[in-house]
Nanobody, 128 residues
Framework: QFELVESGGGLVQPGGSLRLSCEAD????????ISWFRQAPGKELEGVSC????????KYTDAVKGRFTISRDISKAMAYLQMNNLNSEDTGVYYC?????????????????????WGRGTQVTVSS
């Protein structure tokens, strides 16, 4: 079966860290660009980071550059988002999404409907 399951969210104090995981059951991650999105209360869905099929290209939204790191473990069919120095603006539901792409191509943040595969999300709350 093809399923994405996020985990690792929770309540963390400002300045703290979390590592989100995305279990990509049934997927061979070499064939997919991996993206992380988030949605804060009352706000639109926002692309946070993406990783290309080769694993060589990454993209981050400006607000998280230098603090977040996207990665994957192909052998485990897992994707990760390491989040450091968190602040209240990082609060939201975080989703992983996959898009089939040619090997070696880059990644980009697409519209929600352009991703065929989405997880159900994991809540991240940054608060003191």
């Amino acid at each position: 079966q093809f399923e994405l399951v996020e985990s690792g969210g929770g309540l963390v104090q400002p300045g703290g860290s979390l590592r989100l995981s995305c279990e990509a059951d049934g997927f061979v991650l070499d064939y997919y660009a991996i993206s992380w999105f988030r949605q804060a209360p009352g706000k639109e869905l926002e692309g946070v980071s993406c990783l290309s099929t080769s694993g060589l290209f990454t993209k981050y939204t400006d607000a998280v550059k230098g603090r977040f790191t996207i990665s994957r473990d192909i052998s485990k069919a897992m994707a990760y988002l390491q989040m450091n120095n968190l602040n209240s603006e990082d609060t939201g539901v975080y989703y992983c999404a996959l898009e089939a792409r040619a090997y070696g191509s880059s990644c980009e943040f697409l519209k929600r409907e352009e991703y065929p595969f989405w997880g159900r999300g994991t809540q991240v709350t940054v608060s003191s």
